[in-house]
């Protein structure tokens, strides 16, 4: 997910959720603190949730927009099963009402408190599959579903399905803006968040297609400004593009107290560049913005160019994606949307992109992209391959180098997400199947993954 500070709902429990023993300060079970959670986050009303986050994990109030949002698209969650998996955590696996989203939820119980509460993506338990379904049937359901959550305000956004160059569907809901002054198109930009990193990864990939870049290449030699580390020293460019290099993230008080002064790769580098690996390079995955501003300032440094004026060079304009950048057209751009419709959606100043993501496209573009990728225009075959194969574990899906390889219903596809409050993106291409599904939203994790998802499990496969 990506360029987002957090994807974890945290809570505690308002009084009115809690068990009776509780209110006699008897002590409370894990099997209560997650009844307690589940019926605050599932309050009708909306206003037990917030109750619960202030009154007991107030470390977590920062995040609760992004957790009203989480909650709105949700439309509350079913509990499947739970277990105490240690004698202060308990693990529960839950349904979405709205959607066919499954969910792992770990509650940590501290004293008298929920200390943290983890909350990802689960595979569909047996007994749930969703049913594959004819194309024009599939199609069919996607727009009764698009055209309920935007009329229930829960979704605004574009969606994009094709196969090959063949346009199966296009369409736009919702508004761009918090007033509902202007209706999104098919046309309008949004943030792509981490989708962004793609580009990156194709533009690292041609540097080492055309021999002037290799995977086995150190940070050290690379970036001859790059502090003298163990990091530098050992941190590869295969690593980097697998998540694989420790390299971690740049979120913190640091990029809080310096935000407005970073703006290129090598700011990042001058703050950020003399920590260690978080983990012996290549020895585990682990999700790293931080790598991504690396690969970056390795492409600058290479091909002599910005990051952002190579990509332009390099990989839109062969693309033919003349509405995608790195900086927002607030007259052509949705809004960032942050919270909820229920409690009052909050606009977002426009992110600026970066390697690591959050620059901005449109579903059209982003279709041009993909068959781009196909028809081999930006990288030969032996490299896009390279681009699309899985070499690692990541989660619940698979790592290339640059993209997410998941399972969706049975079937592989490649792509990657991107979220941030007010963000959320979808790419997805099914090779064997030939579909493209793109779904832009300028609402926070998990609109358009949602959305991507309930027709990308539906579609046949043959």
């Given at each position: ?151 229930a305000g829960r979704f605004s956004g574009s969606v994009l399905v094709a196969k090959g160059d063949q346009l199966l569907l296009r369409e736009a809901y919702g508004a761009q ?286």
């Amino acid at each position: 997910m990506i360029l987002s500070r957090r994807y974890v709902l945290g809570g505690g429990l308002a009084l009115a959720c809690l068990p009776r023993h509780a209110l006699a300060a008897q002590p409370l079970t894990p099997a209560d603190w997650l009844s307690g959670w589940l019926a605050a986050f599932n309050d009708p009303g909306g206003a037990a949730y917030p109750d619960f986050v202030r009154r007991n994990i107030p470390n977590l109030a920062p995040y609760l927009e992004e957790d009203l949002g989480v909650r709105e698209a949700s439309g509350g969650l079913v509990l499947l099963r739970s277990e105490q998996t240690a004698p202060r955590e308990i693990t529960a696996w839950v349904r979405d009402r709205n959607w066919d989203r499954f969910s792992k939820v770990v509650l940590s119980i501290g004293d008298n408190t929920i200390d943290d509460l983890s909350f990802t993506g689960a595979p569909a338990p047996p007994g749930f599959a969703v049913r594959r379904m004819g194309e024009a049937e599939a199609l069919r359901a996607l727009r009764r579903k698009l055209r309920a959550e935007a009329a229930a305000g829960r979704f605004s956004g574009s969606v994009l399905v094709a196969k090959g160059d063949q346009l199966l569907l296009r369409e736009a809901y919702g508004a761009q803006d918090a007033g509902n002054m202007r209706a999104v198109i098919p046309a309008t930009r949004f943030c792509i968040g981490s989708a962004g990193k793609m580009f990156t990864a194709v533009g690292v990939l041609q540097l080492v297609q055309a021999g002037r870049l290799s995977l086995a290449d150190t940070i050290a030699m690379r970036l001859p400004d790059y502090p003298d580390t163990p990091l530098a020293r050992s941190v590869t460019v295969r690593h980097l593009l697998t998540h694989t290099g420790g390299t971690g993230d740049f979120f913190g008080p640091d990029y809080d107290m310096h935000e407005s002064a970073l703006r290129t790769p090598s700011d990042f580098v001058r703050l950020f560049g003399r920590r260690d690996p978080l983990f012996p390079p290549g020895s585990r995955w682990g999700y790293s913005n931080f790598g991504f501003i690396l690969l970056g300032a390795i492409l600058e440094q290479v091909s002599g160019q910005s990051w952002d004026a190579y990509l332009q060079r390099n990989v839109f304009s062969p693309a033919g994606m003349t509405a995608t950048s790195a900086v927002a057209s607030p007259e052509e751009t949705a809004e960032p949307l942050n919270g909820a419709a229920q409690t009052g959606l909050k606009p977002l100043p426009y992110y600026v992109g970066l390697p690591a993501g959050g620059g901005y496209s449109t579903v059209d573009d982003l279709h041009r992209f993909a068959l781009a990728l196909q028809q081999d225009t930006l990288l030969d075959p032996t490299h896009r391959r390279i681009l699309t194969t899985p070499v690692i574990p990541a989660g619940s899906a698979r790592w290339s180098l640059g993209l997410r390889i998941a399972m969706r219903n049975g079937e592989p596809c490649f792509g990657h997400g991107g979220s941030a409050p007010g963000v959320n993106a979808d790419f997805a291409v099914y090779p064997r199947a030939g579909y493209a599904i793109i779904t832009l939203c300028n609402r926070g994790h998990p609109h358009a993954l949602n959305v991507a998802e309930f027709v990308g499990t539906r579609l046949p496969i043959a």
